[in-house]
């Protein structure tokens, strides 16, 4: 079975500009969330999606914003960069059950650098 | 609100010694947590978790963690280090929402031979 993918792997871009990362979930499984992780805020939760509806949010701004398509791959995208987005951003999926305490997997994450 | 404090930035073993992360966790309520940990350009991975069947909780790779509310810990623990252990370890509390995780600051172990 594959795992969580995440493109692309890198990303390089500039303050202003937006950006959209990608994830494609394990098959079968419904529910995506993203976490971003930098070295001083640690890995912080952004959203988190299931059957195309976000269920939960962390603590960002609106320039932060996500969607889930039917075939549960999701995209995360960051309008108006600013140099502190700079990031890891983290996508895990799991089956999106009613146990709030499932099993995340995680892929390997987007570097995102803003210059 | 819910919150997991890791107690070491950094721990240093060397390989065949036991390995101790400690976290101490704030909850209101029953919490759910769990032990994460991530190799270098490499995403989490779920080491275990307690949901509370049972306060000693067995994961992968030889490691185990055990919950005491008295002591509001949720310390990692490993018998004799290997050096594919050297990573970060992530303590996690879920936060009341679908997969909604509150991550600890992490944990640096290096494992010297």
């Known amino acids: 079975k594959a795992g969580v993918t995440q493109t692309p792997r890198y990303l390089i871009k500039t303050r202003g500009q937006q950006v959209t990362l990608s994830c494609s979930p394990i098959?079968?499984?419904?529910?995506v969330s993203w976490y971003q992780q930098t070295p001083g805020q640690g890995l912080q939760f952004l959203f988190e999606?299931?059957?195309?509806?976000?269920?939960n949010k962390g603590n960002f701004p609106g320039r932060f914003s996500g969607r889930q398509f039917s075939n549960s791959r999701s995209e995360m995208n960051v309008s108006t960069l600013e140099l502190g987005d700079s990031a890891l951003y983290l996508c895990?999926?799991?089956?999106?059950?009613?146990?709030?305490?499932?099993?995340?997997?995680f892929g390997s994450g987007t570097q995102l650098s803003v210059l | 609100a819910q919150s997991v404090t890791q107690l070491d930035s950094h721990v240093s073993v060397s390989e065949g010694t036991p390995v101790l992360l400690r976290c101490n966790y704030s909850?209101?309520?029953?919490?759910?947590l769990f032990w994460y940990v991530q190799h270098p350009n490499k995403g989490l991975q779920l080491l275990l978790k307690?949901?509370?069947?049972?306060?000693l909780v067995k994961g992968i790779n030889g490691f185990e963690a055990e919950f005491k509310k008295s002591e509001t810990s949720f310390h990692l623990t490993k018998p004799s280090a290997h050096m594919s252990d050297a990573a970060e370890y992530f303590c996690?509390?879920?936060?009341?929402?679908?997969?909604?995780?509150?991550f600890g600051a992490g944990t640096r172990l290096a494992v010297h031979p």
């Open positions: 307690y949901t509370s069947a049972a306060t």
């Open positions: 098959s079968g499984h419904r529910s």
């Open positions: 909850s209101s309520y029953s919490p759910s």
């Open positions: 895990a999926s799991s089956s999106g059950g009613a146990a709030l305490n499932e099993k995340l997997f």
């Open positions: 996690v509390v879920l936060s009341g929402g679908y997969n909604k995780l509150i």
């Open positions: 999606y299931f059957s195309e509806t976000q269920r």
